[in-house]
């Protein structure tokens, strides 16, 4: 593992490798916080072992310059998802520098990538790693496949724990909160900030037009649904990563709270002056969403975001995942995904609309017929043929 050089004078010019990336370094411990605050051309400083997809896309998203993260973005604990994309993506990756880069570097300082190192204006070293390239990372990805089976153990051991705690809410509903909502047999659609959620969102316009879902935003997914033009009815988690404005927009707001009952996203929702009500639950958000709306009666449950397959739940990097796979198992076909959803539906026209259709087609027709001149033509034509038959007919009976 690649030592960081404390305190180095050692200048960028001596090195062989000529200037690379260069821009303003943001530095958080948090991926999620630093996303808010990048803007295109910013060199990220993260410390998050195992960049994870969703993480990836958000940091892609901002289109920062490169990405320096104190821990190694790739540990072998099991094959992450995030730094191919971030590579694929075309964004350098500085790794596993040591958290020493916290106190060396300052927010806001002008900094440049060389090789594998990370220098200062003036070509202080402050940061050396790994420079992560394509094969480099298929390689690691390679060796941490060995490590599935571990993870693979691992999380099933925590299911088991997490169904012995709480198998009353899985199993009866116990303890989910009373809601204004109104659920009972209708379809509702919960979106997380995750994987493609908004080709998701998009891909669901006829659906959500059609069918009037209850629109549930989990944390930063309220954010997602404004973004798309849409108005929560509903705001579920801990609050730590949906703005202000979403959560004053009107939506019920539940926050998700510890088994024991605390609620850390509390006091927020209440200096805004929006009333609120808490879920204590050891599972994650999107879960206690999903079995709130199983609970009060939804006829279907249509998921955005959320995680689908193992290697998405060991992806997420945490034991909580267990909680999404014994959901899944809840739920059972009431829960659909996004993307089947989008591949399978079809827009409904009502009969009165396919009636309102054909008229106004006609319309149209006798519109243009009766303005043109060969049109005119022909209504003559069709008057003298339908006076001849009235004639016809009177002689016929007189």
Not at 253 to 274: C, K, S
Not at 275 to 286: G, L, N, Q, R
Not at 313 to 320: A, I, S, T
């Amino acid at each position: 593992m690649p030592n960081m050089r404390i305190g180095t004078l050692r200048r960028g010019r001596d090195q062989e490798s000529g200037p690379g990336q260069a821009g303003t370094a943001r530095l958080d411990r948090r991926t999620k916080n630093l996303t808010k605050r990048l803007r295109p051309g910013d060199i990220a400083v993260i410390d998050h072992v195992d960049i994870d997809r969703v993480s990836a896309d958000a940091l892609v998203g901002t289109k920062i310059a490169a990405v320096v993260n104190a821990a190694p973005s790739i540990s072998g604990r099991y094959p992450n998802l995030g730094p191919e994309i971030l590579i694929n993506a075309g964004i350098p990756l500085l790794d596993d520098v040591g958290r020493e880069v916290f106190t060396l570097l300052k927010e806001g300082a002008r900094v440049h990538l060389e090789g594998n190192q990370l220098l200062t204006e003036d070509g202080t070293v402050v940061a050396e790693g790994t420079a992560h390239t394509s094969e480099s990372v298929a390689a690691a990805m390679t060796e941490a496949k060995a490590g599935l089976s571990t993870q693979l153990e691992a999380f099933a051991a925590n299911t088991m724990e997490y169904m012995k705690r709480e198998r009353a809410l899985l199993l009866d509903g116990v303890g989910v909160p009373d809601v204004a909502t109104d659920f009972d047999g209708r379809h509702a659609l919960i979106v997380v900030r995750g994987y493609d959620y908004k080709e998701d969102l998009h891909a669901l316009r006829s659906y959500i037009r059609d069918y009037r879902p209850v629109l549930i935003g989990v944390d930063g997914g309220a954010d997602a649904l404004i973004e798309a033009g849409y108005q929560p009815d509903m705001i579920v988690g801990d609050m730590d990563s949906v703005s202000d404005d979403s959560l004053t927009c009107g939506a019920e707001v539940v926050v998700h709270a510890y088994p024991d009952g605390r609620a850390p996203g509390l006091p927020r929702v209440e200096a805004l002056g929006v009333p609120a009500i808490t879920f204590p639950a050891a599972a994650t958000s999107e879960d206690i969403a999903m079995l709130l709306a199983d609970e009060k009666g939804a006829k279907l449950i249509v998921a955005v975001g959320t995680h689908a397959t193992l290697v998405e739940f060991l992806d997420k990097g945490r034991g909580g995942m267990a909680s999404t796979f014994l959901t899944r198992l809840r739920l059972g076909g009431k829960l659909v995904d996004a993307k089947g959803v989008s591949r399978l539906y079809r827009s409904r026209i009502s009969t009165a609309a396919l009636v309102v259709l054909v008229l106004a087609a006609f319309v149209a027709i006798g519109s243009a017929v009766a303005v043109s001149a060969a049109g005119r033509v022909y209504l003559d034509l069709l008057l003298d043929q339908w006076n001849s038959f009235v004639f016809w007919l009177e002689n016929l009976f007189s």
